[in-house]
C-alpha cells in the first residue's frame, strides 16, 4: 500500500487544492460565481429569527362544508331527489334524509367516477368526500365525511394560497433573504436572517387580514341575517351579513395623512367589478352607516354622505402612523385563506450569534492545537505527517461545505472541532499497528505496509458506525442539530479521504527515504 | 506478547457487577426522578437576557418576572456575568405580540436597561413531535449498528457491542437525571454522538479479538480477549485523550450554549471508553465466543 503512482499522486493533489480553495474563498474576494462561494451562517451564528406557522384550517373546512351543504339541496333537488334534514355535524359532517326508494340512485350519484358533486380523484383513488349510509325507519341518512385526500387536497390548497400571501408580506417589510417554505401540509417555516427583532413580522403574519365592507343596520330581521360585532373598545354594532365589498377586490392602499382632519388615514383603490359595487350600495346607502371589518372587529362605521364613484375611498380609525402602514400592508398583500399561529419561534440577537461564532473559532484552535501538540509529542515527525493531514482534513471539510454551500451552525463548529480531536484515530490506529508489524518483520517496508492493509477493515468499521449516527441525525434532526449531523458526517469521509491519500503518500515518501533508521517509528 | 500486559480480565466480575449496580441506580432515577426536559421538549419559552445595568440583582429580576404573570417562573445565571436564562411554561398557544408584551412590561418594572439575546418559544404540539423524533433518531441509530454489527460480525459480537452501547446510554441519562441536567435538542445529538463513539471504540476491540481468535486456536476467550484489549490499549488511550481535549476546549471556550452538550459528549466518551472493555468484552466470554464460531460463520 506504499506505492503511489504519479498519476494518483498528481490527481489526489489537485483534488485536494481545489477543495481547499473553496475554504479559502470564503475569505477572499473572487469575481467569478463559481469560485466564490461561501458557507451560509445558520440563524443561531448570524442573528435571526425562526417562525414555524401553523394554518388552522378548521374555518376552511367549515365554509367548505356549507358550500357543499348548499350545492348538494340544489343537485339532489334538480336530480327530482327529495331530501330533508340538512345539518353540518360537529363541524366535520354533512348529513341529510331521504326516503328509501330514491337511495340507490343517491348512493350511485355520489359514487360516480364522474360525479361532480363529489369528485373522483384518480391521482388517490378515493371520492372527496365518504360516503355513510344508516337506515331509519322507511327512511335513510347519508352522511357526508371529507375523505383522507380531500383533507389533504383541502389543505394543500390553503397552504399554497397562505405561503403565497406568507410571501407577500414578509416581500413588503424587506427584510434580506427571507426562506419561506411548506412543512408537512399545513404548517409554514419562515427563516429571517439578521432581523433583529422579529415583533413587527410576528403581528403581521398572525393577522388573516379579512376585511369586509358592511352596512350597519338598526333592523334585526334582515333578509341576509344580521349578527353583532365589536369595535375595538368592546360596544358592539348590529351588522348585516351582505358583504358589500371584500378585501379581495382591493387593487392598493396606502397610510395617508388627511389634510382636514389631522388625522392618519388608510387610503385604497379598487378594481374595476369592486368600484362598480361599490358606487352602487353607496348609492343607494345614503345616510346609512357602513361599517369596515377587519378580521371580526369593526375599525370604523362612517357614514355614507355622498355616493362613491371613483372606485378610491379612505378607511379612517385610530390609527398610528405605524398601525396604518401596517394595516395598508396587509391589505395589499391579501387576505390568509385561514388564521395562522405561530407554534415555534426561535430568535437570535445578533450580539449573541457573533459571541457563538467568536467562542466557536477560539475553542477550534484551542483544540486544534491541544491535539497537534499531543500528536507531535506521541510520535514524533509521524505525528508531524498526522498533523499536515489534520490540516488538509480541516480545510477538505471547510471546502466541501462551501462548495455545497451549506449551512453552518454553532453545533457544527461543534461537529468540526469534535472531527479534528477523532481524525486522528485513524492515523493512530494505523501507527500502532505498524509498531506492533515491526516487531516481527525486517524488512520496514513490508511492515509499514502490512499496518496499513491489517488496519484497514478496522478503520473502515469504525467510521461506518460513526457515519451511521451522523445521517440518520441528519434525516432526523433539526435546524442548529443538523448542522452539527452535517459537519460530522462530512467530516468521516474528509478523515478518511486524507488518512488513505495524503498522510499515507507523506508516509511512504519518508519511510523509502529513511528505511535505515535506527528507529523509525 | 507484551511483557507488562495489564490484567483486565481479572476485573470484568468486579466491574460488571458495579455497572449493574449504575444501571439499576439509573433505571431507578429515570422511572421516579425523570429528566429535566427543557423548552424543546416540554413545551414553553426561553428567553436569554443581557443586563446593562451592574446593579441590577438576580432577585430583583426574578421579582419582575414574577409580577408579569407567566406561571412558573425560573431564572438562573447563564454563562457571563449579567447574562440570565428565563423559563417558563406558557399553557396557551404564542400570541404574536407576547414577547412584545413582556419587554413592555419588563421596562416599566426594571428600566430600559435589558436586551433578549435569545428567544425560543415552542407550542406543546412542536415539543412533543420533538421529543418523538428524538427517541425515534436514537432507536433508529441504535437499531442501524445492530444491523451493522450483525453484518459484519457474528451474533455473539453484535450482543455485545449493544449491550456496551445500551449501557451507556442509560448510564449516562442516569447521570443527567442524578444532576437534574437540561435536556434538549442538542443532546439528543450528543446522545447520538456517544452511541457512535462508543460503537466505534468497541469495534476497534472486536476486530482484534476476531483477528486473534482465527491465529490462536489453544487460547481461551477469556484470554484473548485481555491480548486484544491489550494490544489495542495505546490506540484507545490515545484516540480518547485527543477527542477528550477536544471536547475540553469546546466545554471550556465554547460559549454557554455548548456547555451541556459538550458535558454530555465528555462523560459518554469516558463512559464508552470503559463499556467498550468491561461489557463487550465479558460478554463474549459469558456466550463462550471460540475459534470455531467465526469459522462456523465462514463456512456458512
Known sequence: ?521 | MEKNIIHFNKFYKKFNILSLFLILISLILLTFKGLNYGVDFKGGTLIELRSLDNTLSISNLRKSFNNLNLGDVTVKKFGKENDYVIKFEKKQSIEENFIENIKVELRNEIGNVFEFRRVESVGPKVSSELLKSGIIAIALSLGAMLIYIWIRFEWQFSIGAIAAVFHDVLITLGFFSLLNFEINLSIVAAVLTIVGYSMNDTVVIFDRVRENLKKYSDIKIFEITNISINETLSRTIITSATTLLALLSIFIFGGAILKGFSFAMILGVIVGTYSSIYIANPILVRLNVSQSTILKEEKE
Open chain 1, 1 to 521: 500500500m506504499l506505492y503511489f503512482s504519479k498519476l494518483k499522486i498528481i490527481s489526489v493533489l489537485i483534488f485536494t487544492i481545489i477543495v481547499s480553495f473553496f475554504t479559502i474563498s470564503n475569505f477572499i474576494n473572487i469575481d467569478n460565481k463559481f469560485f466564490k462561494r461561501n458557507i451560509n451562517l445558520g440563524l443561531d451564528l448570524q442573528g435571526g429569527s425562526y417562525l414555524l406557522l401553523e394554518i388552522d384550517n378548521k374555518p376552511v373546512i367549515v365554509q367548505k362544508l356549507q358550500n357543499k351543504l348548499s350545492s348538494l339541496k340544489k343537485f339532489l333537488s334538480d336530480n327530482d331527489i327529495r331530501s330533508t334534514n340538512f345539518k353540518i355535524i360537529d363541524d366535520k359532517k354533512i348529513s341529510f334524509t331521504i326516503d328509501d326508494e330514491s337511495i340507490d340512485k343517491v348512493l350511485s350519484l355520489l359514487s360516480d367516477k364522474e360525479s361532480e358533486i363529489n369528485p373522483y380523484f384518480q391521482r388517490f383513488k378515493t371520492h372527496e368526500f365518504d360516503v355513510e349510509k344508516t337506515k331509519v325507519l322507511s327512511s335513510s341518512n347519508i352522511t357526508l365525511q371529507f375523505s383522507e385526500y380531500g383533507l389533504v387536497q383541502l389543505k394543500t390548497s390553503s397552504q399554497n394560497q397562505a405561503i403565497e400571501i406568507v410571501r407577500r408580506r414578509v416581500d413588503e417589510i424587506g427584510t434580506n433573504e427571507p426562506n419561506i417554505l411548506k412543512r408537512g401540509n399545513d404548517r409554514i417555516l419562515v427563516e429571517l436572517p439578521g432581523l433583529e427583532n422579529p415583533d413587527r413580522i410576528k403581528s403581521l403574519l398572525g393577522k388573516t387580514a379579512n376585511l369586509t365592507f358592511r352596512f350597519v343596520t338598526l333592523n334585526e330581521e334582515e333578509s341576509f341575517g344580521t349578527e353583532k360585532i365589536p369595535f375595538e373598545d368592546g360596544t358592539e354594532a348590529i351588522i348585516s351579513k351582505r358583504i358589500i365589498l371584500s378585501g379581495d377586490n382591493l387593487v392598493d392602499a396606502q397610510p395617508r395623512m388627511d389634510n382636514q382632519t389631522n388625522q392618519t388615514v388608510v387610503t385604497f383603490n379598487l378594481d374595476r367589478v369592486g368600484a362598480k359595487k361599490f358606487a352602487r350600495a353607496t348609492s343607494s346607502g345614503v345616510g346609512k352607516r357602513l361599517a369596515i371589518i377587519l378580521d371580526g372587529k369593526i375599525i370604523s362605521a362612517p357614514n355614507i354622505s355622498e355616493p362613491i364613484v371613483g372606485g378610491a375611498g379612505q378607511i379612517t380609525g385610530d390609527f398610528t402612523f405605524q398601525s396604518a402602514t401596517d394595516l395598508a400592508l396587509l391589505l395589499r398583500s391579501g387576505a390568509l385563506p385561514a388564521p395562522m399561529k405561530i407554534i415555534e419561534e426561535r430568535t437570535v440577537g445578533p450580539g449573541l450569534g457573533q459571541d457563538s461564532i467568536n467562542a466557536g473559532i477560539l475553542s477550534l484552535v484551542i483544540g486544534f492545537i491541544l491535539v497537534v501538540l499531543f500528536m507531535i509529542v506521541k510520535y514524533k515527525i509521524f505525528g508531524f505527517i498526522a498533523n499536515i493531514t489534520l490540516v488538509t482534513n480541516l480545510f477538505l471539510l471547510i471546502g466541501v461545505l462551501t462548495l455545497f454551500e451549506a449551512t453552518l451552525t454553532l453545533p457544527g463548529i461543534a461537529g468540526i472541532i469534535l472531527t479534528v480531536g477523532m481524525a486522528v484515530d485513524a492515523n493512530v490506529l494505523i501507527y500502532e499497528r505498524i509498531k506492533e508489524e515491526i516487531k516481527g518483520e525486517n524488512n520496514r517496508i513490508i511492515a509499514f505496509d502490512s499496518g496499513y492493509v491489517k488496519s484497514k477493515t478496522t478503520i473502515l468499521d469504525a467510521n461506518i458506525t460513526t457515519l451511521i449516527a451522523a445521517v440518520i441525525l441528519f434525516i432526523l434532526g433539526s435546524g442548529p442539530v443538523k448542522g452539527f449531523a452535517l459537519t460530522l458526517g462530512v467530516g468521516i469521509l474528509t478523515t478518511l479521504f486524507s488518512v488513505y491519500f495524503i498522510a499515507r503518500l507523506l508516509t511512504a515518501l519518508y519511510v523509502i527515504k529513511n528505511k535505515d533508521k535506527e528507529k523509525l517509528i
